[in-house]
């Protein structure tokens, strides 16, 4: 059983950073891709970013690239998501998500595990 575990996330003005973080337990963490997803109120869970098992190829979503970037670190068994130049349209609770494989997925239906969320506020 996998458990995967959210932090970092707060309130920020636009233009400014953020680091979320996402610990996971279990044996198969080197084995899967992992991910990000965002919520925001009244609107479908969406994709931001995901990375293959390997680390050498990640995906992200058109409104993020180039401000976002996903890493994952195996000695740690953790996914980071670097957030620059964040905007209020980026405002979403963010859930790190667990593949079903070990390539980049990108659909709600490719991740068989996710976080509790963390929240991240955009101040305009």
């Known amino acids: 059983q996998v458990q995967l575990v959210e932090s970092g996330g707060g309130l920020v003005q636009a233009g400014g950073s953020l680091r979320l973080s996402c610990a996971a337990s279990?044996?198969?963490?080197?084995?899967?891709?992992m991910g990000w997803f965002r919520q925001a109120p009244g609107k479908e869970r969406e994709f931001v970013a995901a990375?293959?098992?390997?680390?050498?190829?990640?995906s992200y979503a058109d409104s993020v690239k180039g401000r976002f970037t996903i890493s994952r670190d195996y000695a740690k068994n953790t996914v980071d998501l670097q957030m620059n130049d964040l905007k209020p349209e980026d405002t979403a609770v963010y859930y790190c998500?667990?593949?079903?494989?070990?390539?980049?997925?990108?659909?709600?239906?490719?991740?068989?595990?996710w976080g509790q969320g963390t929240q991240v506020t955009v101040s305009s």
């Open positions: 279990g044996l198969t963490f080197s084995m899967r891709a």
């Open positions: 998500v667990r593949g079903r494989v070990g390539y980049v997925v990108n659909s709600v239906n490719d991740f068989d595990s």
């Open positions: 990375i293959s098992r390997s680390g050498g190829t990640t």
